[in-house]
């Protein structure tokens, strides 16, 4: 588990710089970061730890697998978003280095909420299962919808540019 966490924290970091490196891309540009918006950043925790769920999904069949993945990735985007705004407000001047600790403990939120409702959870039904799994293709269609579409809010505005 500490193993696939790391080289996600190295995938994810990783999809920080794609876009530069390779320029806009009409398929690309939907899963990696475009901007330095709080929006990007949360593209860039969500898709590397959804490919490393799809990847382990067949292996892990039980019934709380998807639950724990979709309580974990869900946590991890809220506490992104409320962290950002905390310490963006209270200590501006560091903002980039807590910007960096708090998507860490942001992807390991996932990994520690699913490794706990794994043990700790009885089997679920399959109306649990089926109601993750269109949360899940949710996230995926607004993520690719606001990528390209993204409102007029400060969630979508490009810090970079401010």
Do not use: Q
Request: net charge negative; with cysteine; hydrophobic share 50%.
């Amino acid at each position: 588990m500490f193993t696939a966490l790391f080289f996600l924290l190295l995938y994810g970091t990783f999809f920080h710089y794609v876009y530069d490196a390779i320029g806009s891309n009409l398929i690309i540009n939907m899963f990696v970061p475009i901007n330095e918006s709080v929006w990007e950043h949360m593209k860039m925790l969500f898709y590397p730890s959804f490919a490393f769920f799809l990847l382990n999904y067949m292996d892990n069949t039980g019934s709380t697998y998807i639950v724990s993945y979709v309580t974990g990735v869900t946590f991890s985007i809220v506490f992104c978003i409320v962290s950002y705004y905390i310490y963006d407000r209270f200590f501006p001047g560091i903002s980039e280095v807590l910007n960096i600790v708090f998507y860490y403990i942001s992807f390991a939120s996932i990994f520690g909420i699913m490794y706990v409702m794994n043990y700790v959870l009885e089997p679920l039904s399959d109306d649990f299962n089926f109601i993750c799994e269109i949360i899940l293709i949710s996230y995926v269609c607004i993520f690719c919808f606001y990528t390209y579409l993204p409102p007029n809010l400060d969630l979508f505005l490009d810090k970079s540019r401010v």
